[in-house]
């Protein structure tokens, strides 16, 4: 049950795999749980799975040891995660529940549940997570979910950060928004071009603790020309109300990103989004968007996903 650091499972490489068809029950399609210390998952193509696609777990007691019973010290990376659909649950194409340390970035995920979930279902937490350079579209709960929500439990996420990801047309099945965020702190969630569905942006579950949670610095726009914002028990229904009540998203613009297409979201030259997110969030200097190209070239980097 690997009760110490000593017998931890490393050096796990999980590349250019193709997962798919499998019936899962509620188990996920590849799954790294436990006293797990240093891993990559890479190029793997995982879909038309019953339940979750990619999932790093901690805290369900597989090491009897607390503090070594997390998936930890991982990257997940240019994976293809789609249609990753449970009928019975919510299921991520990528899934952090209750594991540290991990990256997660340059993954494209459609048509899940979930395009990720960064959560915590037991008691404990997951802790440093990074969700850079992913392209999120078309999932059917929401783009992103975020926190512990399970108020029977300590369950909750810290310190994780949310930068550089394309979000197009999620919560196509649901009315959740782009952001679903229920029980987390210290937060930030920056330099993301949000392309909605609906007029929903994003929500936020009235629910403790949520503290120390910054939006900052992201597009935001809604093809319907109205915006709502659900922010813990409270409604907005324009942006300029929402930055004012919830203050949030004080840098952040509510224009068209002007993608290439509704399949190529790469930011045209006019796009309003170009060059003006926040560099000093982005604090691997060698960070690469989804294209492979660095994330910040001259000091300076655009919102989303791809830079060119």
């Not at 009897?64 to 997390?70: E, H, R, V, Y």
């Not at 008691?123 to 059917?140: D, E, K, M, P």
Request: glycine share 10%.
């Amino acid at each position: 049950e690997g009760k110490a650091q000593t017998n931890a499972v490393s050096n796990i490489r999980i590349d250019s795999c193709k997962v798919f068809n499998n019936i899962t029950g509620y188990s996920e399609a590849i799954s790294l749980d436990g006293n797990i210390d240093g891993f990559r998952i890479t190029h793997c193509e995982v879909y038309n799975n019953t339940n979750i696609g990619i999932a790093l777990i901690g805290n369900y007691g597989v090491s009897s040891t607390a503090t070594l019973d997390q998936a930890r010290n991982g990257v997940v990376s240019q994976n293809n995660c789609y249609d990753n659909v449970a009928d019975y649950a919510t299921s991520a194409g990528i899934y952090v529940d209750g594991a540290r340390d991990i990256k997660i970035e340059r993954n494209f995920c459609k048509g899940n549940g979930y395009g990720i979930e960064v959560g915590a279902e037991e008691n404990g937490s997951a802790s440093n997570i990074t969700v850079v350079a992913n392209v999120l579209q078309g999932n059917r709960e929401t783009g992103l979910a975020l926190g512990g929500y399970n108020s029977g439990t300590s369950g909750q996420v810290l310190n994780t950060t949310i930068i550089n990801n394309t979000f197009y047309r999620n919560s196509t099945a649901a009315s959740s928004g782009e952001i679903a965020m229920t029980k987390a702190s210290n937060c930030v969630i920056s330099n993301n071009v949000f392309y909605t569905n609906a007029k929903l942006l994003f929500y936020v579950e009235s629910i403790s603790p949520q503290q120390n949670n910054r939006f900052d610095y992201n597009t935001w726009f809604t093809p319907t020309g109205t915006v709502s914002v659900q922010w813990a028990g409270k409604s907005y229904s324009s942006f300029a109300t929402y930055q004012s009540g919830a203050k949030q998203d004080a840098h952040s613009i509510n224009k068209d990103p002007l993608f290439v297409s509704a399949s190529d979201f790469h930011l045209q030259s006019g796009s309003p989004s170009r060059n003006i997110a926040d560099v000093n969030v982005i604090k691997d200097a060698t960070q690469l968007d989804k294209d492979g190209l660095p994330l910040v070239k001259n000091g300076v980097s655009s919102m989303g996903a791809y830079q060119q």
